[in-house]
């Protein structure tokens, strides 16, 4: 079992930059190689992917107006997916969730395995 704990959510102004951590707690006892990502839920809108990131194909963005302002990294050595939020605007406001595949991992998160409890970011105008 992977357990993934999201941290670093909050409110901001537009303009504002947040850093979200996604910790990975590897239950299973043996070394894993996965894919992973965050997603994203705003208040009455279904779930949408922000970026991904593969060890060996890197990271990938979701959208152009994303690539932008975002940026995912990841720490091998501390086990913990980063999302570095630049610039951010009301319409980012949303539950971030990060996410683990067995497999590359994909925007549309259909081969995510694991999810996290969500971190709240929330930008006024």
């Known amino acids: 079992q992977v357990q993934l704990v999201e941290s670093g959510g909050g409110s901001v102004q537009a303009g504002g930059s947040l850093k979200l951590a996604c910790a990975v707690i590897n239950h299973t006892g043996r070394r894993i190689n996965m894919g992973w990502g965050w997603f994203r839920q705003a208040p009455g809108k279904g779930r949408e992917g922000v970026a991904v990131m593969d060890t060996d194909l890197g990271p990938a963005y979701c959208a152009d107006s994303l690539k932008d302002r975002f940026t995912i990294s990841q720490d091998n050595a501390k086990n913990t997916l980063y999302l570095q939020m630049n610039n951010l605007k009301p319409d980012d406001t949303a539950m971030y969730y990060c996410?683990?595949?067995?497999?590359?991992?994909?925007?549309?998160?259909?081969?995510?395995?694991?999810w996290g409890q969500g971190t709240q970011v929330t930008v006024s105008s």
């Open positions: 996410a683990a595949s067995p497999i590359v991992a994909t925007c549309s998160g259909s081969s995510i395995a694991h």
